[in-house]
Nanobody
Framework: QVQLVESGGGLAQPGGSLRLSCAAS????????TGWFRQAPGKEREIVAY????????FYSDSVKGRFTISRENAKNTVYLQMNSLKPEDTAVYYC??????????????????WGQGTQVTVSS
């Protein structure tokens, strides 16, 4: 089994920054990459950013492009999400997940087999 644990969430002011971490442990699985998703109350879970296993490609949703940066440190089995210029609409529970299905797109939650428990991010003055 694979365990993913997110950390780094909290309260930030508009224009502020937070850095989320996703630490993986457990058995080794064939993963194509790791994604960060978020889910706000009453809304569907949506992809925020994605990085391939070897960091040779990334994806960002239009809503965070230019403000968020995803990176990974494989030696520590950790993926990060640096969030700058935060906006109130970034408020959500943020989840990291491991993509294990090659045929599905990074946008499809069904492509991800392992999920963390989530960390709350609240952007408010």
């Amino acid at each position: 089994q694979v365990q993913l644990v997110e950390s780094g969430g909290g309260l930030a002011q508009p224009g502020g920054s937070l850095r989320l971490s996703c630490a993986a442990s457990g058995r080794t699985v064939r993963a194509y990459g790791t994604g960060w998703f978020r889910q706000a109350p009453g809304k569907e879970r949506e992809i925020v950013a994605y990085v391939t296993r070897r960091s040779n490609a990334t994806f960002y949703s239009d809503s965070v492009k230019g403000r968020f940066t995803i990176s990974r440190e494989n030696a520590k089995n950790t993926v990060y999400l640096q969030m700058n210029s935060l906006k109130p609409e970034d408020t959500a529970v943020y989840y990291c997940a491991t993509k294990t299905k090659a045929s599905a797109t990074v946008l499809d939650t069904a492509a991800y087999e392992y999920w963390g428990q989530g960390t709350q991010v609240t952007v408010s003055s």
